[in-house]
């Protein structure tokens, strides 16, 4: 039984506190999967109340990007210090997503080796649907791909499909630049012909619009698949949203 520990409408689990109700839920369940790199602050909380926790981290093995803002955004006391200054976003390299799917695979095969076959059979399935290029040959050619998203959450994506990221919106989510910060944001775009401003689903677009009316540069939505929109969502139907959308931004 695959239960989620948060809340569909959660978001990105940077500063996440755990509740009396997770730690009920965790007492009771045979494997923590996490996503791992750093995202999941609270995790020594975890350890400390169940330390024999079987815990699958899914982006073991995968090589991070160091961070340009986590220093200013995420210095947080949850000891998790020497993970902070890299980014935990992997999922959105569609590669590192299918690395993601068979780390789960083995790690599961290793606790209950009992039902390894269908393991197997259920990771194969999921990855041939998995499409690291995802389609955007169209665009290869394209000299100037540079773009600003709404904040570091696409490091992995825009290395994946040969996007240039010259700046983003909010050095931490959900908390608005200071005039400063998005008069710097409004010349850096005018100055490298920047095509698009990416925002995000979860978070207001108040302020990219403000760079927007400044800069004459559309804005975009690239969704980083932190909450789960209905129960007919899923990854990789967001991914090719999120694909169709780098299409029209460069068409």
């Not at 499409?131 to 040959?137: M, T, V, Y």
């Given at each position: ?17 755990l ?52 220093d ?44 390894k ?112 929109e ?6 990789i ?15």
């Amino acid at each position: 039984e695959l239960i989620n520990m948060t809340n569909s409408a959660t978001g990105c689990l940077h500063d996440y506190s755990l509740t009396t109700d997770n730690i009920k839920l965790l007492e009771d369940c045979d494997v923590f999967i996490i996503n791992g790199a750093g995202m999941e602050s609270f995790l020594d909380k975890v350890l400390e109340q169940k330390p024999d926790l079987k815990i699958i981290d899914a982006s073991e093995g995968i090589e991070l990007i160091k961070s340009d803002y986590m220093d200013e955004s995420h210095n947080h006391d949850h000891g998790h210090d020497h993970d902070e200054e890299y980014n935990p976003h992997v999922w959105l390299s569609v590669e590192n997503a299918i690395k993601q799917v068979e780390n789960i695979e083995n790690k599961l095969i290793e606790y209950n080796s009992i039902n390894k076959d269908k393991y197997s059979q259920n990771a194969r399935e999921y990855v041939a649907f998995m499409d690291p290029r995802g389609g955007l040959s169209f665009y290869l050619n394209i000299k100037n791909k540079n773009i600003v998203t709404f904040h570091e959450a696409f490091p992995y994506f825009a290395k994946e499909y040969g996007l240039n990221i010259v700046g983003v919106v909010q050095r931490e989510a959900g908390s608005e630049p200071s005039a400063k910060e998005l008069q710097e944001t409004i010349e850096k775009i005018k100055k490298l012909d920047v095509k698009a401003i990416c925002v995000e689903p979860q978070y207001s677009t108040k302020a990219a619009e403000t760079i927007s009316k400044e800069t004459n540069v559309k804005v975009y939505t690239l969704d980083p698949i932190v909450t789960e929109e209905s129960k007919n969502s899923s990854y990789i139907d967001i991914m090719n949203k999120n694909l169709e959308t780098l299409k029209e931004a460069f068409k």
